[in-house]
């Protein structure tokens, strides 16, 4: 992957604006949440339903061949933008250790509420593959 960064601009922190993929075969990922494989919430916490979402994402790559170093483009919708930004060093720590410190197009989004009640955070995300 080539981050996208045009001249002039300040150099984003944590993310890329853009990210080139040469060729590939693409990945899509659905929104991820908090539970485990068994559809329990081991956490209330966004810290750490943020961390089994890494986690289930990265397992669904596995399912398809990709590792977290092919993820393209990454979006989080978050519950509360205030504890999400309080748990930022935590949620940075479970993102360099499960998906690495990859330059991902990402963006986060507050929601009012996501489908499953107890979910705090859900992440999708798109990689290409290499040919």
């Known amino acids: ?11 984003p922190k944590g ?3 853009g990210v080139l993929a040469p060729r590939g ?8 949440i908090g539970w485990d494989a068994e559809g329990r919430f081991p956490s209330d916490r ?6 089994q979402a890494l986690a289930n994402v990265v397992a669904v790559l596995a399912e398809a061949g990709a ?14 933008k ?7 060093r935590e949620i940075g720590a479970a993102f360099r250790e ?17 489908m499953e009640d107890a979910a705090k955070v859900e992440i999708e995300v798109t990689a290409v593959l290499p040919d």
């Open 1 to 11: 992957m080539n981050a996208l960064q045009p001249p002039g601009w300040p150099r």
């Open 15 to 17: 993310y890329a604006n």
């Open 25 to 32: 075969r693409s990945v899509f990922v659905a929104g991820m």
């Open 46 to 51: 966004l810290a750490d339903q943020a961390r």
């Open 67 to 80: 590792r977290p170093e092919h993820i393209a483009r990454m979006t989080w919708y978050v519950t509360s």
């Open 82 to 88: 205030p504890e999400y930004l309080a748990a930022g």
């Open 98 to 114: 499960l998906i690495g410190s990859y330059t991902i197009a990402m963006s986060a989004v507050e929601v009012s509420a996501l």
